[in-house]
């Protein structure tokens, strides 16, 4: 008799990041219950949805646009996109089963997208399994700082999109030259001091030379700002804009600033 457990236990290892958020952050689960909250927090705590507008969309996206928005989670940028008139399809592709099934719906309802135009993947960031050359443009909203490998997802990306095709990534907060070494630095230093005393870590952070996995829990990760640059080109993008929104993640506050890149597949 033969057994295969590799399916079931692929998808018990998929982790769940509403799950992840409320066991870091117990008082997230009010806003990530509940589509009007957690649309407050996109929206009027949080720049995310201003700093998308500074784009402009309806010029960047082509007549009949096939649209993937890659780490969707709870849909307001596929919500806003899907109102778009050019915009024949938005694929929202996340791996939390609770934004795709329960938050998506309500918050499509709430901000009057078309849900006709929306299709829900349940998939992780790779491989993309869409035709090569199928995808008019793929979106990223605070979503790609979460890979594990940067520049196999975005070769991942630039394999699914036409040759021309658009890739914007977008609500990055990316450091620059020496801030990010500094900010290393005090990590390292950090690092060094648990061990010393012996402070035990279930997880923990970890530094490489691409980067800094400053959460492991929610996989948030810190690339520097060249490392973004090359690891898109690497993967076959023209850079064709990093916008820097002057917008801090938080309304009000004085955190790093949003940014977006603007890129073409070559
Ligand atoms: C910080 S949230 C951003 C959500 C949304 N784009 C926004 O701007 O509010 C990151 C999202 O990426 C998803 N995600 C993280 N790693 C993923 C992976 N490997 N595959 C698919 N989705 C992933 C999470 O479930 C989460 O919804």
């Known amino acids: 008799m033969n057994e295969n457990w590799i399916v079931k236990q692929t998808l018990s290892g998929v982790s769940q990041f509403d799950q992840s958020m409320v066991n870091s952050y117990p008082d997230s689960n009010e806003y990530l219950q509940n589509a009007r909250a957690y649309l407050n927090t996109v929206g009027e705590v ?21 649209v993937l928005d890659l780490g969707c989670g709870g849909g307001w940028l ?4 899907s109102r778009v008139d050019s915009v024949k399809t938005v694929y929202a592709l996340d791996s939390s089963q609770h ?15 078309n849900a006709e135009k929306v299709v ?13 050359s199928y995808l008019d443009a793929v979106v990223a909203s605070s979503a790609l700082h979460h890979a594990d490998n940067l520049e196999s997802v975005l070769k991942g990306i630039r ?3 036409k040759p021309g095709g ?5 609500n990055e907060t990316p450091r620059t030259g020496l801030r990010f070494l500094v900010s290393v630095f005090v990590a ?11 402070r035990y870590m279930p997880v923990s952070p970890s530094i490489s030379s691409s980067g800094y996995l400053y959460d492991p829990d ?11 640059l090359e690891a898109l080109k690497r993967a076959g993008f023209a850079v064709e804009a990093v916008m820097d929104t002057g917008m801090s993640t938080v309304k009000g506050s004085k955190g790093r600033p949003l940014i977006h890149f603007v890129c073409r597949a070559v």
């Open 120 to 132: 829900t993947l349940e998939a992780l960031f790779q491989p993309l399994l869409f035709e090569e």
């Open 166 to 170: 658009l890739l914007v990534i977008l």
């Open 99 to 113: 934004f795709l099934h329960k938050l998506l719906p309500e918050v499509m309802t709430l901000m009057e997208g």
């Open 218 to 228: 929610l996989g948030d990760r810190d690339y520097p700002s060249w490392y973004w």
């Open 46 to 66: 949080c720049n995310y949805v201003d700093a998308s507008k500074k784009l402009d969309w309806a010029a960047l996206l082509p007549q009949g646009a096939e």
């Open 78 to 81: 596929t919500a806003m996109l």
């Open 188 to 198: 390292s230093l950090r690092i060094l001091r648990n061990l010393a005393t012996r």
């Open 159 to 161: 394999r699914a999109l």
